[in-house]
């Protein structure tokens, strides 16, 4: 079953974050990472949305989700966006 990242943020250090995005891809996809969505317009329907910034990455499984995040790679860049942003990022279960 496939599963989707989904990253809200904030982004404080502009600078730093491009330095984030330049490298994060590379890293996603050997995992099987696609970048469905990132940044771009979001029009807010109900309540509230806290961040600006939306990234949403599907994985062929939650288990490659999981394994990208915890691989050497991406540990060596996580640094770049927890530094530089505020926000949350959960893995999501697809149908």
Request: proline share 3%; net charge negative; hydrophobic share 40%.
């Amino acid at each position: 079953m496939k599963a989707y990242l989904i990253v809200t943020l904030t982004v404080h250090d502009e600078a730093m974050f491009t330095e984030y995005r330049k490298q994060v891809g590379d890293t996603a996809a050997p995992f099987g990472g696609q970048f469905l969505a990132a940044g771009g317009k979001a029009t807010v329907l109900e309540g509230q949305w806290e961040h600006p910034g939306t990234v949403v990455v599907e994985f062929p499984s939650r288990e490659s989700a999981e394994r990208w995040y915890e691989s050497a790679a991406y540990q060596k860049i996580i640094g770049l966006r927890l530094k530089s942003t505020r926000g949350s990022l959960a893995i999501l279960d697809g149908v």
